[in-house]
């Protein structure tokens, strides 16, 4: 098949807490410095995107030197944690921003959606950014029409159509968003994490047409997702970013193994960007003890999180809540609590939430967090916040090691009758 997408050398600096350089002064200096043919002098600069570590400098690259080619057909699940460049990676790919070093040669039309709301226009209906999306994909309007009533039927909207989508609630923008997309025959289909918004049942059917449109319409889908067991169902290869960088290209079920062995690697802690008032989860960290050297958990112990709220300005009380994750990003547990925010300077709280011992089973575990107040807002999500590993050498169960037994331990009644 050929190639549909080529990607030579491609990297994005960012200025810390700035827009574009962040001065006057650095945008003559990078302006001068191409009228004279030499090299931006601002790409000496930068660190490796470890949103765990402080900054030494006002750069960073969030994508560097990135090299790869997409063959027609191929459907490509890019894995990484958060702030590994996953996302920069595809507005790059969607042309919504431009790298600061490389060329990309792309082959057909794109579809993108990269967040809730992307190339939808609020003030208008959802008939209206059904034909705008599509004259912006570069269709007729006779071939617009005949693909209406199917993403209409697709997204389950039909109802509210004529209603400007400022109205919609997330999950009907993401239902019309990707029956958008994914209708209006893209050459190539980029999706996000955005599926995660719906409900089960149009994940369902989304993963179902992305299916459908890579086996049986031969089209290019790039997808990215933590839901392991989605990626590994739908794709045939997998890109592994991390700081930036690739670590792994190759089969999916191979990227998939990769990624879950290496994800307990420094990811014990997370720090939020402080320069983004919409992150209120501000750090969660899974405590150590001395005797833990090997950042790897007994079956026995209990594991403590500690979790760093930012208050949100607008409420006095909210709820914290936590989910445990298997290795397939499958939800195992959640368990919430409520908070109150005393009436007073202090703009952080500290939590600490306990793990029971012996219930979880030897394996690789992620931890999301979330504030929220039930029914009305989510004031911050943090998927992968951290992960971390349990082994078991010496109770019952450690006879199974190697064997898919579960994760949770339930102790039946048995009986011999």
């Known amino acids: 098949m050929s190639i549909i ?24 200096n990078r302006i001068w410095h191409k009228l004279k043919g030499k090299e931006d002098p601002y790409l000496k600069l930068g660190e490796a995107n ?24 191929d459907v490509v699940g890019i894995i990484g944690r958060n702030g590994a460049g996953k996302s920069t990676l595809l507005k790059i790919l969607s042309r919504t921003t431009a790298p600061t070093t490389g060329k990309i040669k792309i082959k057909g039309r794109v579809a993108s959606l990269l967040e809730v709301g992307t190339g939808f226009h609020p003030e208008l209906s959802g008939r209206d950014n059904i034909y705008l999306n599509g004259a912006i994909l570069g269709m007729r309007k006779k071939e617009i029409q005949k693909k209406f009533d199917e993403i ?61 449109v890579s086996d049986k319409e031969g089209r290019t889908v790039l997808f990215v997702s933590h839901n392991m067991a989605a990626v590994a169902k739908l794709c045939n290869r997998g890109l592994i970013l991390n700081n930036g960088q690739f670590l792994f290209d190759g089969d999916i079920n191979d990227a998939v193994n990769s990624y879950m062995k290496e994800g307990v690697i420094n990811s014990l802690e997370y720090i939020a960007n402080q320069n983004q008032s919409k992150n209120h989860i501000s750090q969660v960290k899974i405590l150590l003890d001395n ?9 026995d112990n209990t594991i403590q999180v500690e979790i760093k709220i930012h208050h949100p300005y607008q409420v ?44 979880l089973l ?41 064997t898919e037994i579960g994760n949770v331990m339930v102790k039946c009644n048995w009986q011999i009758q």
């Open 316 to 359: 006095s009380k909210t709820n914290v809540g936590i989910a445990v994750l298997d290795k397939w990003h499958q939800k195992i547990f959640t368990d919430t609590m409520e908070l109150s925010f005393k009436q007073s300077n202090e703009q952080f709280t500290t939590l600490k939430v306990t793990i029971p011992a012996r219930v």
């Open 362 to 402: 030897a394996g690789i575990y992620y931890l999301d967090v979330a504030l929220f107040v039930p029914r009305l807002n989510n004031f911050d999500y943090v998927t992968d916040a951290c992960s971390f590993e349990i082994q078991d050498l010496y109770s019952e169960f450690s006879i199974f090691n190697g």
């Open 5 to 28: 997408i080529k990607v030579s050398n491609i990297s994005k600096q960012y200025r810390l807490g700035q827009v574009s350089t962040g001065s006057l002064f650095h945008d003559i």
């Open 152 to 212: 209409v039927d697709f997204a389950g909207v039909e109802r509210y159509i004529d209603t400007p989508v400022k109205r919609y609630s997330s999950g009907m923008y993401v239902r019309l968003a990707f029956a958008v997309a994914a209708h209006l025959e893209p050459e190539i289909l980029i999706v996000d994490e955005v599926l995660a918004v719906g409900d089960a049942e149009f994940q369902k059917k989304c993963l179902g047409k992305m299916k459908q």
């Open 291 to 299: 005797e833990n050297k090997f950042k790897a958990f007994s079956f």
């Open 50 to 73: 470890d949103r765990t570590k402080k900054a030494d400098n006002d750069y960073v690259w969030a994508l560097k030197n990135i090299n790869f080619e997409i063959k027609q057909g």
